[in-house]
Nanobody, 124 residues
Framework: QVQLVESGGGSVQAGGSLRLSCAAS????????MGWFRQAPGKEREFVAG????????NYADSVKGRFTISRDSTKNTAYLQMDSLKPEDTAVYYC?????????????????WGQGTQVTVSS
């Protein structure tokens, strides 16, 4: 079992930055990945970024490439999402998730463990 606790959400003006953190408890493996998803009001949850835990490979949604950076600190079992050049359309509840996947990158349905979510609001 994996338990995830997010922190770092908040409100910021367009063009600003925020960093989200996700502390994980539980066992990792060579096929373990952590990721970030978001859900805006009235929209479906969407993938934002993922990182392969052991080798650090990363993948991103096209909408955030060049603006968001996912990273991890293995010693702290924590993943981060650095969000720069934020736009109003980035406003959403952001969820941390973890997956034990078959092949990299994992499909969204393979993310079986979820945090409680943290609100990010970007004003224009």
């Amino acid at each position: 079992q994996v338990q995830l606790v997010e922190s770092g959400g908040g409100s910021v003006q367009a063009g600003g930055s925020l960093r989200l953190s996700c502390a994980a408890s539980g066992r990792t493996s060579s096929s373990y990945s952590m990721g970030w998803f978001r859900q805006a009001p009235g929209k479906e949850r969407e993938f934002v970024a993922g990182i392969r835990w052991n080798l650090g490979f990363r993948n991103y949604a096209d909408s955030v490439k060049g603006r968001f950076t996912i990273s991890r600190d293995s010693t702290k079992n924590t993943a981060y999402l650095q969000m720069d050049s934020l736009k109003p359309e980035d406003t959403a509840v952001y969820y941390c998730a973890a997956a034990y996947y078959r092949t990299w990158p994992p499909s969204s349905y393979e993310y079986a463990y979820w945090g409680q979510g943290t609100q990010v609001t970007v004003s224009s």
